[in-house]
């Protein structure tokens, strides 16, 4: 069955891709011919044109994370088949043209955020409240993956040392170490390649010795600190990498580290046909296991859920704060926009099929993350617990998990003090430097950073559930909120924008009801004298969302109503 569900889906992907995807570029006019943001505005610093193949690596390091293997995993508890259907049907027709979208238009307004692109079409007002709305959004998404990393990386408060060898060296140090020793790398990498002159080819294999060189060293010696300590290491190291040219780390890392995720999937893909072939893991999720389960109805949780594996609002955000600032040609909007977006789902494809390998654990609590069950089920599909090969490789896929979630974690940062800025510029003012006032110093870049990290990683200590099930619907209105930018955009110069409304709708709808339900949850565990500050926390953050939501819907509305009569 598993061999069956991976052909399947790398099959409607691939043609997904290439008639849909080139439908839509043919529907909206890219044009090899133009100059990118990454020429026109070039600054040494943000704008700075990538090779494809290094700026896939950034593009879909970056929006995976660990969304799609969370996701999916977590949904899974509805059966494999609605789970499949959604993260196919959703990459294609829904998180593909969400991302391929936004990329495009960013790349149509001087590689400028979704937010720029809502006030040239929508207006000022509305323009403020998506800043404010994507903010929030973000914050959420540093607080989730600076617990997910932390978490990864913390040795027991108890612990004691800097360094730990030998028997006493655990998993987390291990992965701590690797992670860190990660970093050195993409920076020499990138003063390799963008200093020294040496070319993408030779550049890459020996980028690609030197994580085997630190996979065996952090496998000799690990990092002990304690979860505490590395929630202040993370937020120290986001603000430096977020400030950056991305020359320097950016670029570098994701493109490095994109080879660890096209090394994960590899080995999925051959772990499930050898388990097919040799018997050594069996697929146990059913088909179908009701419309309602611990995690609610089907609709809206599923869709919810699933997350980055199908469409998520974090994509339009990385498309159009980075990767439109780094797009050498428009024609590469196209495999980097739609093409990662369906790698994605295929990823999310491969978590289903590897919680799959270990359901039966996954749902008797045996995993403390779905990330863990991710690492063992694919290890499943090679050997017994207690073979070599299968602790080598979960070791190492528990690597590739924090690794992504890191990378989701500095570019998230990074977008955090573009969008800072701009809900403190005026129309006409291009940075900080041309503000007056104390709108000057709200821009300045260090000071927007700093705010976003001292709330994300304060936040970042709420149990991941305090965060993960409020950054879903946020993070999926987000999307709905981006495809009606992008419709309505299109619809102001005369593109074909109608395969956005039946996405834009639907992720709306459902991420509004999720909202809906999570506030009426909490106002009752409220009156009832149950809630603590988690509880109020997300409360508050959850009716924010959904007023800054309805009221830009309000605004949607309207502009597809005057678009409609100019016609």
């Given at each position: 069955?598993?061999?069956?569900i991976?052909l399947?889906?790398i099959?409607?992907l691939v043609?997904g891709?290439?008639?849909?995807?080139s439908w839509?570029?043919?529907?909206w006019g890219?044009?090899p011919?133009r100059?990118?943001?990454?020429?026109?505005?070039s600054?040494?610093?943000d704008y700075?044109?990538?090779?494809p193949?290094?700026?896939?690596g950034?593009?879909?390091s970056?929006i995976a994370?660990?969304?799609?293997i969370?996701?999916?995993?977590q949904a899974?508890?509805?059966?494999?088949?609605?789970?499949f259907l959604?993260c196919?049907?959703?990459?294609?027709?829904f998180?593909?043209?969400h991302?391929?979208?936004a990329?495009?238009a960013?790349?149509?307004?001087?590689g400028k955020?979704v937010?720029?692109i809502i006030g040239d079409?929508?207006g000022?007002?509305a323009k403020t409240?998506?800043?404010?709305?994507?903010?929030?959004?973000?914050?959420?998404v540093?607080?989730s993956f600076?617990?997910?990393?932390?978490g990864?990386f913390?040795?027991?408060d108890?612990?004691?040392?800097?360094?730990?060898?030998?028997?006493a060296?655990?998993?987390?140090?291990t992965t701590?170490?690797i992670?860190?020793?990660?970093?050195?790398?993409?920076v020499?990498?990138?003063?390799?390649t963008?200093?020294a002159?040496?070319?993408t080819?030779?550049?890459?294999?020996?980028?690609l010795?030197?994580?085997?060189?630190i996979?065996?060293?952090g496998?000799k010696?690990g990092?002990?600190?304690n979860?505490?300590?590395w929630i202040f290491?993370?937020?120290?190291?986001i603000?430096i990498?977020?400030l950056?040219?991305?020359w320097?780390?950016l670029?570098?890392?994701d493109?490095?580290?994109?080879?660890?995720?096209?090394v994960?999937?590899?080995?999925?893909?051959?772990?499930?046909i050898?388990?097919a072939i040799s018997?050594?893991a069996?697929?146990?999720?059913p088909a179908?296991t009701?419309?309602?389960?611990?995690l609610?109805?089907l609709?809206?949780?599923?869709?919810?859920t699933v997350?980055?594996?199908?469409?998520?609002?974090f994509h339009?955000?990385i498309?159009s704060g980075?990767?439109a600032?780094?797009?050498?040609?428009?024609?590469?909007a196209?495999?980097i926009?739609?093409?990662a977006m369906?790698i994605e789902?295929a990823?999310g494809?491969?978590s289903l099929?590897?919680v799959?390998?270990v359901?039966?654990?996954y749902?008797?609590?045996?995993?403390?993350?779905?990330?863990a069950?991710f690492a063992a089920?694919i290890?499943t599909?090679?050997?017994a617990?207690?073979s070599?090969i299968y602790?080598?490789?979960y070791a190492?896929l528990?690597l590739a998990?924090?690794?992504?979630?890191?990378t989701s974690?500095?570019s998230?940062t990074?977008?955090s003090?573009?969008?800072f800025?701009?809900?403190?510029l005026k129309?006409?003012e291009?940075?900080?430097k041309?503000?007056k006032g104390f709108?000057?110093?709200?821009?300045?870049?260090?000071?927007?950073t700093l705010?976003?990290?001292?709330v994300?990683c304060?936040?970042g200590g709420?149990?991941l559930s305090?965060?993960?099930?409020?950054?879903?619907?946020a993070?999926?209105l987000l999307?709905?909120?981006?495809?009606m930018a992008?419709a309505a955009w299109?619809?102001?110069?005369?593109k074909?924008?109608?395969?956005?409304?039946?996405?834009?709708i639907?992720?709306?709808?459902?991420?509004?009801t999720q909202?809906?339900?999570?506030?009426?949850?909490?106002?009752?565990?409220i009156?009832g004298?149950?809630?603590?500050w988690?509880d109020?926390f997300?409360?508050?953050?959850a009716?924010?969302?959904?007023?800054?939501?309805?009221?830009?819907?309000?605004?949607?509305?309207?502009t597809f109503s005057?678009?409609?009569?100019?016609?």
């Amino acid at each position: 069955m598993a061999v069956v569900i991976i052909l399947a889906a790398i099959a409607l992907l691939v043609i997904g891709y290439i008639f849909y995807g080139s439908w839509l570029a043919k529907q909206w006019g890219i044009d090899p011919a133009r100059k990118t943001p990454a020429y026109t505005m070039s600054d040494g610093v943000d704008y700075v044109a990538a090779k494809p193949a290094v700026l896939m690596g950034h593009h879909f390091s970056s929006i995976a994370g660990a969304g799609p293997i969370n996701g999916p995993i977590q949904a899974a508890v509805f059966g494999w088949v609605p789970v499949f259907l959604w993260c196919v049907i959703g990459g294609i027709f829904f998180g593909g043209v969400h991302d391929f979208g936004a990329l495009f238009a960013s790349a149509r307004h001087d590689g400028k955020s979704v937010g720029e692109i809502i006030g040239d079409t929508m207006g000022k007002k509305a323009k403020t409240l998506f800043l404010i709305f994507a903010l929030l959004v973000l914050i959420l998404v540093i607080a989730s993956f600076v617990n997910v990393v932390a978490g990864t990386f913390a040795a027991p408060d108890d612990a004691k040392g800097l360094f730990a060898t030998g028997a006493a060296l655990t998993g987390t140090e291990t992965t701590a170490m690797i992670s860190m020793l990660f970093i050195v790398l993409a920076v020499i990498y990138g003063l390799l390649t963008n200093r020294a002159g040496l070319g993408t080819l030779p550049a890459t294999i020996l980028g690609l010795i030197g994580i085997v060189v630190i996979v065996y060293l952090g496998l000799k010696v690990g990092l002990v600190f304690n979860r505490t300590t590395w929630i202040f290491l993370i937020g120290l190291y986001i603000t430096i990498a977020s400030l950056v040219p991305v020359w320097i780390l950016l670029q570098p890392r994701d493109y490095l580290s994109s080879y660890l995720l096209y090394v994960m999937m590899g080995i999925a893909v051959v772990g499930i046909i050898f388990s097919a072939i040799s018997g050594s893991a069996t697929f146990q999720i059913p088909a179908f296991t009701g419309w309602k389960t611990n995690l609610g109805g089907l609709f809206p949780a599923l869709f919810i859920t699933v997350a980055c594996g199908a469409c998520s609002g974090f994509h339009c955000l990385i498309a159009s704060g980075t990767t439109a600032k780094q797009l050498d040609n428009e024609v590469h909007a196209r495999p980097i926009g739609y093409g990662a977006m369906l790698i994605e789902s295929a990823l999310g494809i491969i978590s289903l099929i590897a919680v799959g390998m270990v359901f039966s654990k996954y749902v008797g609590g045996e995993f403390g993350s779905p990330s863990a069950a991710f690492a063992a089920g694919i290890a499943t599909m090679f050997g017994a617990e207690t073979s070599t090969i299968y602790k080598t490789l979960y070791a190492l896929l528990t690597l590739a998990v924090s690794v992504f979630a890191l990378t989701s974690l500095d570019s998230g940062t990074r977008l955090s003090r573009y969008m800072f800025s701009e809900l403190f510029l005026k129309e006409g003012e291009k940075s900080y430097k041309d503000a007056k006032g104390f709108r000057k110093v709200l821009a300045y870049p260090l000071f927007g950073t700093l705010f976003m990290v001292i709330v994300g990683c304060v936040l970042g200590g709420l149990k991941l559930s305090q965060i993960w099930g409020l950054f879903g619907a946020a993070n999926q209105l987000l999307a709905g909120l981006a495809l009606m930018a992008v419709a309505a955009w299109l619809g102001n110069v005369g593109k074909n924008n109608k395969m956005f409304f039946f996405p834009m709708i639907f992720m709306l709808c459902a991420t509004l009801t999720q909202l809906a339900i999570t506030i009426v949850k909490k106002f009752g565990a409220i009156g009832g004298g149950t809630a603590a500050w988690g509880d109020w926390f997300q409360l508050i953050f959850a009716l924010a969302m959904f007023v800054l939501a309805i009221i830009l819907v309000i605004e949607g509305v309207q502009t597809f109503s005057r678009q409609k009569k100019t016609k």
